[in-house]
């Protein structure tokens, strides 16, 4: 599938950006070119961090997880899923323990107010949630050999994309969220690309690209009228298979970082028109 485009984080100060985005519009290109600045780029840096939530650097949370800006827009009909961190993105993963249980996820996340079915689950199912995730001792996208070896089994440790639908369980820890099971026996309704896990999760495939401090995945939908409409947080967190393999199978474990500082779900999706 093709793969999108992403934009580094501007390292200026976001006054600064703005002002030479406005000069940009105001100048245009051909007066920019004697000072040496790619003021085209800067604009798109600007552009890219404006809006959405945005979030102070903290110094106990690690860089590669340290968010300070999320952001979902879209255009025509697809959604675009942003994080920003204080250092490199996708530079740490979980260390492998061999075997699935008690072993970790490290996970980029961003819980919505969609309806869970909107891709594929059940009507109201829980806190529909889109995230990147990297897990070295499984592999959960079954269709997709991300890697590129031949062998659809052997690459969860690199970063890829998942739906999953969150409710809080105290057997995860007190006010903690797990990834909803699938209880034995029953039939819920699941997307076409669910890779056969009894938790509501979805492996759709869509690529993220990771480019200095920023993250970024293109989305398409259906109803974008949704996607346009709902609102959004961003989370770092690891989540933990439990040891014995059971209910819960997959708990949210520690929480990283919270964009809002309280998932709140304040942020907007900025619709930017119709894509190029």
């Known amino acids: 599938m093709p793969r999108p485009s992403a934009h580094p984080h501007s390292p200026r100060p976001a006054g600064l950006r703005l002002a030479i985005a406005a000069a940009l519009l105001v100048a245009g290109p051909a007066s920019l070119a004697h000072d040496g600045v790619d003021h085209a780029a800067e604009k798109q840096a600007a552009d890219q961090h404006a809006g959405g939530i945005h979030s102070a650097p903290a ?87 991300e890697n590129g070896d031949g062998d659809l089994g052997n690459d969860g440790d690199l ?39 009894p938790i509501l999760i979805d492996s759709p495939g869509w690529d993220p690209v990771f480019k200095g401090e920023s993250l970024q995945v293109r989305v398409p939908f259906d109803d974008i009228g949704a996607v346009n409409a709902a609102g959004f947080d961003g989370v770092t967190a690891a989540l933990r298979v439990n040891a014995s393999v059971h209910s819960p199978l997959l708990c949210v474990a520690n929480v990283f970082k919270v964009a809002s500082g309280d998932l709140s779900l304040p942020g907007k999706v900025q619709h930017q028109g119709t894509a190029d």
């Open 59 to 145: 110094e106990a949370v690690q860089a590669p997880f340290d968010i300070v800006h999320t952001k979902i827009s879209t255009e025509g009909n697809t959604a675009i899923f942003h994080i920003a961190v204080s250092g490199k993105a996708g530079d740490s993963k979980p260390a492998s323990t061999g075997k699935l249980a008690g072993s970790s996820v490290f996970s980029y996340v961003w819980p919505t107010t969609l309806d869970p079915y909107i891709v594929g689950f059940e009507h109201k199912a829980g806190i529909l949630a889109f995230a990147v995730t990297a897990h070295p001792d499984f592999d959960d996208t079954p269709l997709f050999d």
């Open 159 to 197: 970063w890829h994309s998942h739906w999953v639908v969150l409710q809080p369980d105290d057997a995860c820890g007190k006010g903690a969220l797990k990834v909803v099971d699938i209880a034995e026996g029953s039939q819920p309704r699941l997307p076409r690309t669910w890779p056969g896990l």
